[in-house]
């Protein structure tokens, strides 16, 4: 919570100081993220949400991008089973969500501003709260055994960096863009990649 806190701190000030600078837009997107966790990568698949932003303007070829997500991953929870037993016939596997709120502070930079279509780079820091739901295992075999629940992680916050690319489309009454983002999540023992693709619309 405090890290959050010195965030949206930061993305208040940064909006502030830049006012003068030019106009501030606001806007909503649709994201889409591919989740890779060591030892699982293969067990969790696409992941859907969406979330919020806010572009700061300034007079040069930059500008900053306030952002914030949710996404939910849902396991394959057939090849989750294969991934924890090593015979994982008769058992069944429930749960084991994974769920992510990012906060993003980015800066954006636009080499060719074109009328309507515009390239950019981006890059940015900010922070990612991982959830992960209990998992339920069930066997169903000929001799059911008793099984249990083994207890999800509970809103870990930690330090996230990411980097991509993405293209505006101006239409006067409104702006769209598509951006992807490669970003690190610096979890102990072993960093987590995920990359988000956002379909936003800005006002």
Do not use: C
Not at 3 to 12: D, E, G, H, S
Not at 146 to 171: H, I, M, Y
């Amino acid at each position: 919570m405090k890290k959050f806190m010195l965030v949206a701190i930061a993305m208040l000030a940064l909006s502030t100081v830049t006012y003068a600078a030019g106009p501030i837009s606001f806007g909503v997107q649709a994201t889409g993220a591919n989740l890779n966790v060591t030892g699982l990568t293969d067990v969790y698949g696409f992941g859907f949400g969406g979330g919020v932003h806010l572009d700061v303007s300034l007079p040069l070829l930059f500008s900053f991008r306030l952002q914030g997500d949710y996404v939910t991953f849902s396991p394959d929870n057939a090849k989750y089973a294969g991934v924890v037993f090593q015979n994982p016939a008769g058992i069944t596997i429930d749960g084991g969500r994974v769920n992510i709120i990012s906060g993003n502070v980015n800066t954006k930079l636009s080499p060719l501003p074109l009328p309507i279509v515009s390239p950019y780079l981006t890059a940015g820091i900010g922070l990612s709260s991982l959830n992960v739901s209990d998992t339920t295992v069930k066997y169903t075999g000929p001799q059911p055994i008793r099984g249990g629940t083994v207890p999800g992680l509970k809103s870990d916050t930690k330090f996230s960096a990411n980097l991509g690319a993405g293209v505006d489309l101006d239409l006067i009454a409104l702006k769209l863009y598509l951006e992807a983002r490669y970003t690190w999540i610096f979890t102990e023992g072993s960093t987590s990649t995920y990359i988000p693709v956002s379909l936003g619309v800005t006002f």
